[in-house]
């Protein structure tokens, strides 16, 4: 039997990070906010768990500021810069291994591994320094000129106006080029125009590329008890202004009176009307499942139904037996990316697939001891994996709740795997690990409603995106129903999230023009 709650002002579907944080602007409005997540731990790709001792995150690994996260934080109350650490990087392949603390030190350690290659390295560096200093001086100690309002936030445009005027010179062609392009242009050893041109994404757009290199070497952070200390603080906020959260929800269907929205419904049938309604997840399901897709333009409709995600990955979380010392002596940085080989692999019919791709290793424990037992550590291993490979992991299903004995039996063939191909970079590694667990794109996706186990959102190839052309959709077709997270908004990950949250909460009341531009 369905029944029916008292009404709010705002339902916010997920309780991700941009779930979270349009819900605790809008309580500071006074409103009365409601948020349904689907998951049991509000997070989402943020979210996660613990297992004999050792914490593991179970989706992203650390984050950037970039002069949106911190900003909102302090805006919201609940900032404290001693909670974050810095979260450093290390490139290895089986040429080079480099830690990237700056560029005069990445330069002459890449020159040294390649001397061949030197000059091309060189004019690879000379393209991206500039740039990326750029973005440093535009970034750094300064919030994101959308975020203040009034005669602030254009101080601060005419701030970022006057700092980034050298940068007009580069972008007609950071904003034109997909990066993999300008590699090949560059470097005529193809090793090298695969690691530095297509490390991201084939196609993606040539102006991300000083945003990488800016946060590996500036701007990645990770707080003390994980990322998902920051979904607990953001929640724990929410909640001690009035805001209400419901675990364990699934919304199934977008209730509506003609072209407008007007509550949804859940799985088990509970009804919650609200005068405006969020969607933070999955924009697929919402325009083919949960809404009558009759209300949707047919163009809009296939756009989003028809648009490629972001990657999916195979996920280990591997509990060690390894001291600080015996770890930092192979590990050295909080993440390590390994390249196997120099090449894109995505046959998704290769059994051997998720042994010659990318992996990153997250010493989750670095900084924050209290996040694995007494002199041990946590360590997560993440590789590119698509979520239908092999006949989608066994089960000849799309659906992510899908299992079979041979799903079972391939994730524990892939996790020996990774812990055998990890001892490359962690000698040894077999015996020191005393928990082991994997979660596929299945997972992620059956615990988030990721389409396709996707980690950011909307593809980074600039050519495919539905968003291309444009920086973020808020608005639908549907009136009082709104976008916000992930899929509203490219590039996706935490800090744009966390934006998408407050110009939400901000828009649907003052208007979008007003609240972007004053």
């Known amino acids: 039997m369905v029944k029916s709650t008292n009404k709010y002002d705002v339902i916010i579907i997920g309780a991700g990070v941009s779930g979270l944080v349009c819900g605790n602007y809008l309580v500071r409005r006074g409103k009365k906010v409601l948020i349904l997540e689907h998951g049991r731990m509000v997070g989402g790709n943020i979210s996660g768990i613990r297992r004999k001792g050792y ?23 609940i900032f404290n810069p001693d909670d974050w650490d810095q979260a450093d990087w290390r490139w290895m392949t089986p040429d080079c291994d480099v830690v990237l603390r700056d560029f005069e030190q990445i330069r002459g350690d890449f020159k040294s591994s390649f001397p061949e290659s030197a000059s091309d390295i060189d004019a690879w560096f000379d ?82 590329y000083y945003a990488f290199w800016y ?50 419904e859940t799985a088990d049938g509970e009804q919650y009307r609200a005068e405006k309604i969020v969607n933070t997840g999955n924009p697929k399901r919402l325009v083919t499942q949960m809404c009558d897709p009759s209300l949707f333009p047919a163009k ?23 001291s600080d010392g ?47 037992p007494d002199g041990k550590n946590s360590m997560i291993v993440q590789i590119p994996v698509p979520y239908d490979w092999m006949n989608g992991w066994g089960t000849g299903s799309s659906d ?13 063939k892939v996790l020996d795997d990774v ?23 299945r997972t992620l996706s059956r615990y988030t409603l990721n389409p396709q186990g996707s980690i950011m959102g909307w593809s980074y190839d600039m050519y495919q995106t539905p968003l291309f052309g444009r920086f973020a959709r808020f608005k639908t077709p549907v009136k009082n129903l709104y976008l916000a997270g992930h899929y509203a908004i490219w590039p996706g990950g935490i800090v744009f999230s966390a934006l998408t949250g407050k110009l939400v909460a901000d828009g649907m009341y003052e208007g979008f023009a007003k609240s972007l531009l004053w």
């Open 400 to 412: 992510p709740m899908a299992r079979n004995e041979t799903y079972k039996q391939l994730k524990e």
């Open 55 to 77: 914490f593991f995150d179970a989706g992203s690994q650390s984050t950037e500021n970039v002069g949106i996260l911190f900003p909102i934080l302090q805006e919201l109350g």
């Open 326 to 372: 015996e770890l930092a002596r192979n590990m050295k940085t909080h993440h390590t990316l390994y390249w196997r080989t120099y090449d894109a692999h995505a046959d998704i019919y290769d059994p051997d697939l998720h042994r010659k791709s990318w992996a990153m290793f997250s010493w989750c424990s670095m900084h924050d001891k209290g996040l694995a």
């Open 127 to 208: 393209f991206i320094e500039p740039g990326c200093n750029l973005m440093k001086d535009l970034m750094g100690g300064t919030p994101f000129p959308l975020l203040p309002r009034g005669a602030e936030k254009y101080r601060l445009m005419a701030k970022m106006s006057k700092v980034g005027m050298p940068m007009l010179k580069l972008m007609p062609e950071t904003l034109r080029k997909p990066g993999s392009e300008k590699g090949r242009e560059l470097f005529r050893d193809p090793r090298l125009a695969f690691l530095f041109g297509e490390f991201g994404n084939a196609n993606m757009l040539l102006f991300m």
């Open 419 to 441: 812990i055998t191909d990890a001892e490359y970079v962690l000698p040894g590694l077999r015996d020191k690990v005393e928990y082991k667990d994997l979660a596929t794109p």
């Open 300 to 322: 809009f409709r296939e756009r989003i139904k028809s648009g490629p995600v972001s990657i999916s990955v195979i996920t280990a979380f591997l509990g060690l037996d390894l």
């Open 215 to 264: 946060s590996f070497l500036y701007d990645y952070t990770y707080p003390k008890g994980g990322l998902v200390a920051l979904a607990d603080m953001l929640a724990d906020s929410f909640r001690e202004k009035g805001g209400e959260i419901i675990l364990s929800s699934t919304v199934d269907r977008i209730l509506t009176e003609g072209d407008k929205a007007v509550g949804v």
